[in-house]
T-cell receptor, first 109, second 112 residues
C-alpha cells in the first residue's frame, strides 16, 4: 500500500527554526509537494521537489532524498502566522497525488 | 471570478437527500479534483478529471459522482447523502498532476 508519514503535531518558539519531516512509501515517484493550511482555510502551495537536494524559498526550505523516501520542510525565523498545518504529498506512478495527514505546527511566543 | 470558487460555503442536509456541490475555475486548468478532509485523515481524493470530458475515481468514490462537461466546471453530486459524508469538501485545479494545485475555499457539509 501507499503511505506517507508525518508527525501529528509539533511545537516551536517564535524566532526559532523547526524541521517537519515526511517519509513516504509509494508506487513510483514523480515529485513531492508541501502545502500550508491555516485552520478553517484551504491548502496553499509552498514547494515542489522532484530532484534530490535542498530548495530554498525565503524563510522556507524543502529537502528531498529519493533513495531514502524522505523529505523535510525547514521553517526559519518562525512567526506567529506560521501556526498552521503542513501537508506533505507525493505524486505516484499513476500521477495521482497521495497526501499525508498533515503536521499541526504550534508557535509559542 | 478570480481563481477557483465553490458553492455553497456550508450546508446542513437531511440523510437521503440529493446534493450537488459546485466548483468553477477561471484559470483554464486541464485537471480538476474533489477532496474530502476529515480530522486526522488528511485530504482524500474522491474523483478527478484530467481534462474536459473525462473523469476518474479516486481513493473514496463511493456515494459520489462527478461530471466535466467543460473546462471550467466540475460539480460533485451526492445521490443519497449519509451521515458519514459529513466533511469539508475541497475542489482544486491544476495544469497537470505535477503542477501545484489551487484550492477553492471549501464547502462544509453536515448530513443529519
Amino acid at each position: 500500500g501507499q503511505n506517507i508519514d508525518q508527525p501529528t503535531e509539533m511545537t516551536a518558539t517564535e524566532g526559532a527554526i523547526v524541521q517537519i519531516n515526511c517519509t513516504y512509501q509509494t508506487s513510483g515517484f514523480n515529485g513531492l509537494f508541501w502545502y500550508q493550511q491555516h485552520a478553517g482555510e484551504a491548502p496553499t502551495f509552498l514547494s515542489y521537489n522532484v530532484l534530490d537536494g535542498l530548495e530554498e524559498k525565503g524563510r522556507f526550505s524543502s529537502f528531498l532524498s529519493r533513495s531514502k523516501g524522505y523529505s523535510y520542510l525547514l521553517l526559519k525565523e518562525l512567526q506567529m502566522k506560521d501556526s498552521a498545518s503542513y501537508l506533505c504529498a507525493v505524486v505516484d506512478s499513476n500521477y495521482q497525488l497521495i497526501w499525508g495527514a498533515g503536521t499541526k505546527l504550534i508557535i509559542k511566543p | 471570478i478570480a481563481g477557483i470558487t465553490q458553492a455553497p460555503t456550508s450546508q446542513i442536509l437531511a440523510a437521503g437527500r440529493r446534493m450537488t456541490l459546485r466548483c468553477t475555475q477561471d484559470m483554464r486548468h486541464n485537471a480538476m479534483y474533489w477532496y474530502r478532509q476529515d480530522l486526522g485523515l488528511g485530504l482524500r481524493l474522491i474523483h478527478y478529471s484530467n481534462t474536459a470530458g473525462t473523469t476518474g475515481k479516486g481513493e473514496v468514490p463511493d456515494g459520489y459522482s462527478v461530471s466535466r462537461a467543460n473546462t471550467d466546471d466540475f460539480p460533485l453530486t451526492l445521490a443519497s447523502a449519509v451521515p458519514s459524508q459529513t466533511s469539508v469538501y475541497f475542489c482544486a485545479s491544476s495544469d497537470s498532476a505535477m503542477d501545484e494545485q489551487f484550492f477553492g475555499p471549501g464547502t462544509r457539509l453536515t448530513v443529519l
